[in-house]
Nanobody
Framework: QVQLVESGGGLVQAGGSLRLSCAAS????????MGWYRQAPGKERELVAD???????NYEDSVKGRFTISRDNAKNTVYLQMNSLKPEDTAVYYC????????????????WGQGTQVTVSS
């Protein structure tokens, strides 16, 4: 089993910054991808940013230039630095990890964090 522990959400004024972190632990042989999704009230969950191992980061258009995703592979941790926050960034942010639990695993499994609330006031 894999556990994801998120932290860093909160309330911030428009224009402010927050940094989210997500640490993965448990049965992990290797990680295929780590990323962040968000879900605002009444809306579907959407990709914010992710990093596939060996590839460049991928960002949702509305956060490009404001958010930066990074990984610490030694710690199995992914970060999301969010700058110039806007009220429309308000949502629950979820960490998602795709990982191979064993060395002989053929397909990665998908794991989700519990979510952390980010609220941006105008």
């Amino acid at each position: 089993q894999v556990q994801l522990v998120e932290s860093g959400g909160g309330l911030v004024q428009a224009g402010g910054s927050l940094r989210l972190s997500c640490a993965a632990s448990g049965s992990i042989s290797s990680i295929n991808a780590m990323g962040w999704y968000r879900q605002a009230p009444g809306k579907e969950r959407e990709l914010v940013a992710d990093i596939i191992t060996g590839d460049s980061p991928n960002y949702e258009d509305s956060v490009k230039g404001r958010f930066t995703i990074s990984r610490d592979n030694a710690k199995n941790t992914v970060y999301l630095q969010m700058n110039s926050l806007k009220p429309e960034d308000t949502a629950v942010y979820y960490c998602r990890v795709r990982a191979y639990p064993f060395t002989y695993s053929i397909f990665p499994l998908t794991y989700w964090g519990q979510g952390t609330q980010v609220t941006v006031s105008s």
